[in-house]
């Protein structure tokens, strides 16, 4: 049985306070004990608000009140700690957020009855290496990416799979999915979208010179590696699109399938190809 659960939320939506209010009534009203990060309590005028940091260590479940970039940012913060996630879509459909507006209420009713269903998502750990040192380390949902800046030349990047050469890929940059993330930027650059409970990693180039380079799926247990070559050109490593780091000419990007996961509670309504059938207009002339 639920006992407590947190609320996040997009703040800047027109809508955020009237819909956080009546989710934290609702629940409250269940005898659940409702903690709102405190950003968000401040702007809909209560004091007892929580550090977002700290929610994920006392809720028994997330609620996610904004789109799948409010609740990827989220799944960052709770981490290790695999809190399950309600994700409410306050726009149109997600692919994360798959439960919309309307749907709320009968969600939270169903959430209170302990009637629900929890899909798991794997999520991959992305190090930088520069020499000896690790610089830089990232657990994300979505994908890992490297990326020339505005002016920057194509970069070449010297791909590894389990210690064997992949290719070096001469191109705009490089992505590694997880399948959540298959429907995000690698999709957009040509990718293919996987069913997300498939135990793989993607690998996508953007824009590759070599128009004969396509994506690569492999076994979720690869480890990947990139030594990215390039001289005085402004490169990034991003993760989920949100955060990242200034790469340096010799720098080797290593990714891994991370023991943590993100678990999603499921839409009561809808089941995943019927989401993608909608979001990409499957079927429509």
Not at 58 to 67: E, N, R, S, W
Not at 217 to 244: C, L, Y
Request: net charge negative.
């Amino acid at each position: 049985m639920l006992k407590k659960i947190g609320i996040y939320a997009k703040k800047s939506h027109p809508e955020v306070e009237q819909i956080t209010m009546f989710a934290a009534q609702r629940l409250a009203s269940a005898g659940i004990d409702v903690l709102i990060e405190d950003g968000l309590a401040e702007q809909i005028g209560q004091v007892n608000g929580f550090a977002g940091e700290d929610i994920p260590s006392q809720a028994d479940m997330i609620l996610v009140l904004g789109g799948d970039g409010t609740l990827i940012s989220v799944a960052r913060q709770i981490g290790d700690r695999q809190v399950p996630i309600v994700g409410v879509n306050l726009g149109q459909l997600g692919f994360l957020t798959e439960i919309t507006r309307e749907e709320l209420p009968e969600m939270l009713d169903k959430l209170i009855a302990g009637d629900y269903k929890v899909s798991e998502r794997m999520m991959i750990d992305a190090f930088i290496h520069r020499g000896d040192q690790i610089v830089g380390k990232y657990t994300v949902l979505n994908d890992a990416v490297i990326n020339k800046g505005a002016l920057a030349r194509i970069i070449d990047m010297e791909t590894y799979v389990d210690g064997r050469h992949l290719s070096t890929y001469k191109a705009d940059g490089l992505i590694i999915s997880t399948p959540t993330g298959s429907t995000g930027y690698s999709l957009a650059a040509g990718g293919p979208i996987i069913y997300p409970e498939i135990n793989s990693l993607l690998i996508t180039p953007i824009c590759p010179h070599m128009l004969t380079n396509r994506p690569v799926v492999v076994w979720s247990r690869s480890i990947i590696e990139i030594e990215v070559k390039f001289q005085e050109d402004v490169v990034f490593f991003t993760a989920d699109g949100q955060v990242g780091h200034k790469l340096l000419p010799g720098d080797r990007v290593e990714v891994r399938r991370s023991e943590t996961r993100t678990r999603l509670v499921s839409s009561p309504s809808r089941e995943y190809f019927q989401i993608l059938r909608t979001k990409l207009s499957w079927g429509e002339r």
